[in-house]
């Protein structure tokens, strides 16, 4: 029977065929009858069930398709900012930019104003200039212009409706006081809404031409030159070279000082600005710290008030040390005395309308030589006494006065021992330079002693002095200079 015929399996203990448990596969024997009858014991090796690698290759596949996505979405990102970036600096390079930001600043100062090319560079923005085109007549200032300026402008400006910048630079600058000739008035100014600025506006995104606020540290001019205009349209220099900061302060007030440069001022000798440390308050400029140089080694510290409206009024307080006397006095006398003086001067005044100056102070020093000059000139002469011609002064003290007109030397006293003493002197020098002035002298009664008798009755003998009154008189390079005759009572 073929059923009968065919052979059968039975299963027997699965055994190994070798030893080694690392290398080897699973076996089992089985008995398998044969053909003819027989039986004969086979090995049958058992195959391991084969794993799917799908699953595996479905997650190579989405993450290598993630990383796809991720690289073309960072490309992506990466042109869409250099576009952006490409199409804001182009913006703000144009002259729509240009003109909403000058017409909004021109609306926050209440003051017209235009700006020059912007250009940005990273996060530094440049500007070419900066000029105010119309002021208040109600204000002193009647034109500023900057150039080249640049600030560094905060990221969170390119998402919001305001300028947050660290400080602002300008490498030169001009500042033009004094009185408008044209009475110009108070312009008001709208916000511009440009359409060109729509689009960077209302995406929150970009550098705003039409700002709410402009947030910066300090404004700071290299090289600014401060100019006076007067009635008649002339323009002179008052401050040369200074370097100008700008900053905000609080509420209502801002701070502006001044370093370097020169303080040139009519009627005053030049003042080597060190440091100038001021607020703006309402009208009023106040200086609160303030140190110049003049002369020499001389110091001065200014401190007071200046008005920045029409009513251009100022009370200075001034503290001077190691003043060459020579600045003090006129130009014709500079070189014929040496020494230095401390004092104070008080000035007040105004510098618009019916122009007013009053100036008071006092000075003290040692040690001046005064030489070569017409007042020794006569009392060598008149006194028959060479070693006049040139004096040591000690202990001198003197009152100055000083108006738009005339300077008055008052109260003034000194001594150069052993020959000469003087006091009670007054000298008033007139723009002109017209001296008329009375001084007491005393000089030692063995210099007087030798004199003729016609000479000796200008004087007065006294215990070691013989006391006169010295009269000066005319110009000042060559003044008129007499005694006074003693009228016997």
């Not at 408008?180 to 060109?196: E, L, R, S, T």
């Not at 007040?348 to 007042?375: C, H, T, V, W």
């Not at 002469?381 to 002064?393: A, D, G, R």
């Not at 030798?450 to 005319?474: C, H, M, P, V, W």
Request: net charge positive; with cysteine.
């Amino acid at each position: 029977m073929d059923q009968d015929k065919k052979s059968h399996r039975k299963r027997v203990t699965r055994k190994r065929k070798s030893k080694s448990q690392s290398t080897s596969q699973p076996v089992r024997f089985e008995e398998i009858e044969a053909e003819d009858g027989s039986k004969k014991l086979v090995e049958v090796r058992r195959r391991r069930r084969r794993r799917s690698k799908q699953p595996k290759k479905e997650k190579e596949k989405r993450v290598k398709l993630a990383k796809r996505f991720l690289i073309i979405g960072i490309i992506s990102l990466i042109i869409i900012i250099f576009s952006f970036y490409f199409f804001m600096i182009t913006w703000i390079g144009g002259q729509g930019f240009r003109k909403n930001v000058s017409d909004k600043i021109s609306e926050i100062i209440e003051q017209d104003v235009s700006f020059g090319e912007f250009s940005l560079q990273g996060l530094n923005l440049r500007s070419k200039g900066f000029k105010t085109d119309s002021v208040s007549k109600e204000f002193l200032l009647l034109e500023a212009k900057l150039e080249l300026l640049q600030t560094r402008i905060h990221p969170r400006s390119f998402f919001t409706s305001d300028w947050s910048m660290g400080n602002v630079q300008s490498m030169k600058g001009e500042l033009l006081f004094g009185k408008d000739q044209f009475d110009v008035v108070d312009k008001k100014f709208p916000i511009n809404d440009i359409y060109n600025n729509v689009l960077l506006s209302k995406a929150g995104l970009g550098l705003n031409s039409s700002p709410n606020n402009f947030n910066f540290s300090r404004l700071s001019v290299d090289e600014c030159d401060l100019k006076w205009q007067n009635e008649k349209g002339d323009v002179s220099i008052f401050g040369d070279d200074v370097n100008l900061i700008f900053s905000p302060s609080a509420s209502s007030t801002f701070n502006i000082d001044f370093v370097g440069g020169d303080l040139v001022i009519p009627m005053w000798p030049n003042l080597k600005i060190q440091s100038v440390s001021g607020t703006v308050k309402g009208s009023q400029y106040l200086i609160n710290q303030s140190k110049f140089n003049l002369s020499r080694n001389g110091e001065v510290t200014l401190n007071g008030r200046i008005s920045l409206d029409q009513s251009a009024d100022y009370q200075i307080s001034s503290d001077l040390r190691g003043i060459d006397i020579s600045e003090i006095l006129s130009a014709d006398w500079m070189d014929k005395c040496e020494g230095t003086v401390d004092g104070g001067i008080n000035i007040s005044g105004k510098i618009l309308g019916e122009k007013e100056m009053q100036a008071d102070g006092r000075f003290s020093g040692s040690d001046i030589q005064f030489f070569r000059n017409p007042i020794l000139k006569f009392l060598s002469q008149s006194l028959s006494e060479p070693s006049l011609n040139q004096i040591w002064i000690e202990n001198l003290n003197f009152q100055f006065s000083r108006n738009l007109t005339d300077i008055e030397i008052s109260n003034l006293s000194g001594e150069s021992l052993p020959l000469l003493k003087f006091n009670q002197g007054k000298i008033k020098i007139t723009s002109d330079g017209y001296w008329d002035g009375r001084v007491s002298i005393e000089i030692a009664n063995e210099v007087v002693g030798r004199l003729e008798s016609d000479k000796k009755r200008y004087f007065k003998k006294n215990n070691e002095f013989s006391s006169a009154t010295l009269i000066l008189q005319g110009d000042s390079k060559e003044p008129k200079l007499s005694f006074e005759p003693i009228i016997d009572k």
